[in-house]
């Protein structure tokens, strides 16, 4: 799925949407749904670009170690497999 909206644009949206009243001028406006935009402020409100940049960068640490840790406990259960055989 391609998103439409990238996140500092995301942020640029809600920010504007705090000077508007209605917030279904910005919708229309960006062509969002409400339950779009209130999913988007749930997320994003309070963050800055660079809090964007930094979470980008925590995920992709996260994901790298996750995965190091998967293939990790799979190198422990073949072990483990090649020592009960040998029993």
Known sequence: MRKRYKE???????????????NLEICRKYGISQ????????IYE???VSD?????????ENTKLKR???EQA?????MKDLLEKKV
């Open 35 to 42: 339950n779009t935009y209130y999913k988007w402020r749930k």
């Open 8 to 22: 500092e644009q995301i942020i640029q949206i809600l920010r504007e949407a705090q000077t508007v009243e209605n």
């Open 52 to 60: 964007i940049r930094q979470y980008r960068l925590i995920q992709s």
């Open 68 to 70: 190091l840790v998967a």
């Open 74 to 78: 799979l190198t422990i259960q073949a």
């Open 46 to 48: 309070g963050m800055e």
